[in-house]
Each structure stands twice: as structure tokens, then as C-alpha cells.
């Protein structure tokens, strides 16, 4: 191989494959090396050097550097300390180093040796692919991919991606989509995994973040930031839901987003497989954006339970199966773009739900405050439901309930006070170590506080605790948490003992 194939090697592979003309090159030098060592008739270790900008290259033979005291295995390829240092006084010397002296290159190459040369560089090029195509698209996964379809089988579509092969799993397909080889497809770019056979590109066209990646392609005030999508929620292949609000009070983010008779959202349709797309504008009040993204179901009124984090949504019972939709479909999209539990009932249902809540709000009322049934229905028609609001509201509001005077609104304060400081001292009880576990052999006090915070209270308890178990709930370290558990498991050997003399 002459200097000026080798240039022209570098360079076309280079270009063909969009790789760095430096890693061709380590990739030739790597060649050149096996061609050369097949070449002897030794089991020798070949380095090659290529310049760069001329194409000469030089090989060098080596040995790595092995200790005085060890026995050489192979001396074609090692060789000790001691005597490096005599055979290449000029040399550094250092264990698990090398030494080497030049060889004399090798112009021509026989058929095995060509052919050995042509795989190593096949393999590296290939390698070097690899690590191109993982490094171009690894900082890439979320982002929306056009591509080709290439070939359809029964798993998986092959997506041609930019040159490189993607996956779109049937899983990922829209539902009742047909795919062809050459349609052009826009997905999300869900994972990149780097694997021995190459990095395998996993695609997903059912992801809400696809609507909204074509949104902001299709709609250029989405893309500038003018408009902005704060959610998406789809029923892929049917219908799905966007919340959008203007930065500009000059422009309608949902007009802006249908666009002149509906062409822009028409064409993100078109994209997903005609998927029906509702707009709905973004309302800072959670009840308020509700009842938009319910449309076109009219609601009576919400009532909100910010603790469960749901809604109770109230619609006239003509209105009911258009707010839960085909399947639930309406509901459930709404409730993924809200973020909120939605429970759709009739004003009848919603009257019985609140009967309910009242008729056990009063009675635990009734246990809690040890009142009467007539009391406790009082307070809860008025609105106070436990003993926190009872106990702390101010005392004119509990004064100006009718039939409610100074002396029955004091007694009413001081049980509900009670009754809450009984239920802390119960819940400081139960976050409390027991005297075994504070006392057993290498505990502290501050261990025993955390196991117990952890809802380890007892040495019985930590006995049937898993050490790893242990270590994951309170952050230990395994030495200790072990010790710790095989000392609380101490009683069980000791009587399993005391049974086995017994016997």
C-alpha cells in the first residue's frame, strides 16, 4: 500500500461514511498493524504510525514490560524489567509499559494478509459509525424526527432517519394507523440505546408531546413563544386535548392555533392520523380551566377538594354522557390535562353524595366532641365539619349560629381542643421507640428516633426487618443495619435454643 492510497483511503472513507479523518486513520494504522504481524512468522505485537498530511508510515515492533519476578509467557511480546533496560538503555522503563524498536514496512501484502487488513478496517469504521450516529442523536431524545418509512413488518416500522435507522414499535403506532414504505412520518424521539450491534433509535408517534411539537411547527407564534402550550392529552388516533394562553393580550391563542379556516390545525391533524384536537385556553383557577377543557359539556357548578386533589362536576343529567364522552373518553382527557380527578355526576347525585358527607360528618362529630346529634347537625349545616374549625374560628362565628350561646360555644371549643390534644399525644405515641429498642446493645438514641420514625418501634419489628430493606428506609449503612437486626434477633436463637435442650 503506497502513501497516496492511503491518502485517498482517509479520504474517501471519510466522506462516505461522515466519520473523522483521524479516527480513518487509526482505523488504516489498525489495519496495517495485523496485516504486518501475519506477515512474521512470530507471535509479535505491531504498532503502525501514519502521517497525517504525506501518507508514509513506519511500524514499530513492542513488548510490554513485565516485573523481574514474574515468569515471561510469551517472550515474543514481553519482556522484564531488567532486561529492558539493557536492551533499549534509551528508552523510559516502567512496569506494564512498553519498548520498541522499528520494523522494516511492508510495500505489498499477500491475499490473508489484505484480507485481514480489509475486516480490521471494516470493523473499526463500523465502530466509528456507531459512536457517530449515538453521540448525533443522544441529546436529541424528546425532540420531533422526520423521516421515511423504509420497510413495514409485523413488530416494527423502519423508520430512515437523517441516513440511520430508527424503530417505530407497533405499540408506538397511532390506533388504526397504516404505514407504507415511503410515507414521511414526523415522531418523537423517545430513547437512544447504545447497544453492542449499534445504538438502536426508538421512535413514538402516541405521545401527547407530538402534538405539541407539531403545534409549535406548524403555528409560528407557538414557535416564537408568543403563544404558549402548557399541556396535552390524547387518546391517539381519536381525539386530543391542548391548553394554550397568549403572552400577547392582542392575539387569541386558540384562534391563532385553528388558524384561517382551521388550516394550521387541520394540517397537525392530518399528521396524526386525523386526530380530532380540541383547543382549550389555559385558566389560572383550576375550577375555571376544568369546565373549559369539559367542552362541550355544559357544568352546573365543581366542587373542589384540593386535599384529594379531585372535583366533583355537577351537569344536568342531558348533559352527563356528553361530559364523560364516548368511553370516557371527554373525562379522562380532561382530567390528564388538568391534572385533577374529575367525577362527573347529576345534580340528584350530587345532592345524595352531600347528604352522605353530612350524615358522617356529624357523626363523627358526634364521637369526637361527644355531642348529640342535634349539635353536630347544627355545626355541620353552618359549615364546621371537624374539630380543628370548631376549636380556632374566631368565637363570634360559632356565636352567631342560631340557638348557639356563650356558654354552650365554650364548652364546644374546649372538647374540640381536647380532642386534639389527646389525638397529638396518640400520634407523638405512636412515632415513639419502645423501651427494648432504646435499650438494646448498640443503639443510640438518635437511631432508635429514626427507626421509629420509620414505623420501627420495637426490637420485634426490626428482627423482621431485611437488612437491605432497612438500610433503604432509614439510610444507614449495611455493616450497622445488619448488626443492628442479627442483636434484635437475638430472643428468637435463644429460645429456639432453650426448645432444642427442652426436646
Known sequence: MTKDDVLMMADVLSKEKDIDRGIVFEAIEAALATATRKRNREDIEVRVEIDRKTGDYKAFRQWEIMEDDVAVESPARQTTLAAAEITHPDASHEVGGVVEEPLETVATFGRIEAQAAKQVISQKVREAERARVYEDFKDRVGQMVQGVVKRVGNREAIIDLEGVEASLPRSNWIDREVLRSGDRVKS???????????????????????????????????GQGVIEILGAARDPGSRAKIAVRSHDSRIDPVGACVGIRGARVQSVSNEINLERIDIITWAENPAEFVIKALQPAEVESIIVDEESRSMDVVVDENQQSLAIGRGGQNVRLASELSGWELNIMTDEAAAEKAEREAQLAVERLMTQLNIDAEVAGVLVEEGFVTPEEVAYVPVQELLDVEGFDQDLVEQLRVRAKDF????????????????????????????????????????????????????????????????????????????????????
Request: glycine fraction near 4%; charge should be negative; include cysteine.
Open 188 to 222: 418523537i424521539l423517545a430513547e437512544v440505546r447504545s447497544e453492542p450491534r449499534g445504538p438502536q433509535l426508538i421512535l413514538d408517534r402516541r405521545c401527547p408531546e407530538l402534538v405539541i411539537k407539531l403545534f409549535q411547527l406548524e403555528v409560528p407564534e407557538v
Open 420 to 503: 386534639l390534644d389527646i389525638r397529638e399525644i396518640a400520634e407523638l405515641e405512636k412515632s415513639r421507640p419502645q423501651a427494648d429498642l432504646v435499650a438494646m446493645d448498640g443503639m443510640d438514641d438518635d437511631t432508635a428516633a429514626l427507626f421509629a420514625s420509620k414505623g420501627i418501634r420495637s426490637m420485634e419489628e426490626l428482627a423482621e426487618c431485611a437488612t437491605d430493606e432497612l438500610v433503604e428506609l432509614t439510610g444507614i449503612d449495611f455493616e450497622r443495619a445488619s448488626a443492628l437486626i442479627m442483636t434484635a434477633r437475638a430472643p428468637w436463637f435463644e429460645a429456639s435454643a432453650t426448645e432444642a435442650v427442652s426436646a
